[in-house]
């Protein structure tokens, strides 16, 4: 696939690690290094470059910046984080002024609440035509887009994904220590009070399962001292990968999660999954047969859902963990690379 320099361009705020994977992903499947640009994401990650190898561009959030001021041409293509974001918006402008196409990244999930109809009804009546397609991480995703008025045919799945060179499974589940693991920011939202609470709840009943905890946060306190239950910082990627394959189940309690890029390096670990139906990755990486999602967020639910999980045999940790890994591979970087390939073609008829 030949395109010329400067047809494409990706915008991406807070450019996170796996979305640099991603697009080098897309880079190497076109055949070129379109630009990128970016704003730095709240924990830095060295080596943004490398991982690019050039053509990285970062600006300011919340200023309008321009392709000229950039050094760029305006491209006829270009994907980007949404319409919050000023120093993006004014980037498609130029792009649709020059008649090209302009991809959205949306990566909520529909709640239906009031803020989301509101939303909805003003996006249809004056967002919608600005972008010509909506790139949205799976099918949470998709229902929002449609809801807020954007046609099926127009929506593209697999916005997200982990690494894979990273995340694997390199121990079999039924080795691994009878251990829950939580990865994320100690804070309300998480849920990892409630989780903890049913946790200990089930202490007694169950004194060979622990509870790991990855993250910082106010809540960190909390967590400490108490028995079964290990707290670590924030990690790295490769030290988080190597967690996982120390634990049987990945907990995710939220309250509300867009996606939950963890649950799918989870998945790709071989871990089974505990999660609330708020977490937009559910839809897609939790089966029955690896996993549960419970209603909400509460004691009393998460409690249900780890005696359900306690309760397996051997064979159905197995299943579970092969599972978990084969529902993995429909997103990450090839996914990513597909897509994008689709979006030349459709939109600048690149074959």
């Known amino acids: ?43 830095p990650i060295e080596g943004m470059e490398h991982i690019l190898g050039g053509g990285l561009y970062w600006v300011e959030e919340n200023c309008r910046h321009s392709w000229a001021e950039l050094g760029l041409e305006v491209p006829r293509l270009f994907v980007h984080t949404g319409w919050r974001y000023p120093h993006f918006v004014s980037l498609a402008d130029e792009v649709r002024a020059a008649g090209g196409k302009v991809v959205g990244m949306f990566d909520n999930s529909w709640k239906g609440n009031v803020r989301q109809w509101v939303g909805a009804v003003y996006f249809r009546l004056f967002l919608r035509h600005k972008f010509s ?52 920011r100690l804070i309300d939202r998480k849920g990892i009070v409630e989780l903890l609470s049913a946790f200990e709840v089930l202490r007694t009943e169950h004194p060979d399962w622990q509870l790991e905890v990855i993250g910082n946060g106010p809540h ?3 967590l400490q001292g108490r028995e079964g239950v290990n707290v670590k910082p924030f990690c790295q990627p490769d030290r988080i990968a190597i967690a996982m394959n120390e634990a049987r189940v990945l907990a995710l309690p939220s ?24 977490v937009g990755a559910g839809a897609d990486l939790v089966r029955s047969q690896n996993g549960i999602c419970v209603a909400k967020t509460s004691v009393e639910q998460l409690k249900q859902g780890l005696e359900h999980v306690y309760a397996w045999a051997p064979e159905q940790w197995t299943q579970a963990s092969e599972l978990s890994v084969d529902l993995a591979q429909d997103f990450g970087p090839v996914r990513w690379a597909d897509e994008m390939s689709e979006f030349v073609r459709k939109f600048l008829k690149v074959e």
């Open 255 to 278: 309250h509300e999660e867009h996606w939950g890029l963890v649950v799918h390096e989870a998945a790709l670990c071989g871990c089974a999954l505990l999660l609330t139906q708020a």
């Open 220 to 222: 960190a306190e909390l």
């Open 1 to 43: 696939m030949e395109i010329c320099e400067h047809k494409i361009a990706v915008a991406w705020n807070g450019l996170p690690a796996y979305g640099a994977h991603l697009v080098k992903a897309a880079r190497i499947r076109l055949g070129y290094d379109f630009p990128v640009v970016g704003t730095r994401p709240d924990v």
């Open 133 to 184: 397609a909506a790139w949205v991480p799976g099918l949470s995703g998709r229902k929002l887009a449609r809801r807020i008025g954007v046609h099926s045919q127009r929506i593209h799945e697999g916005l997200y994904g982990a690494n894979p060179n990273v995340f694997q499974c390199k121990v079999p589940i039924c080795e691994r220590p009878k251990k829950i693991l939580f990865v994320g």
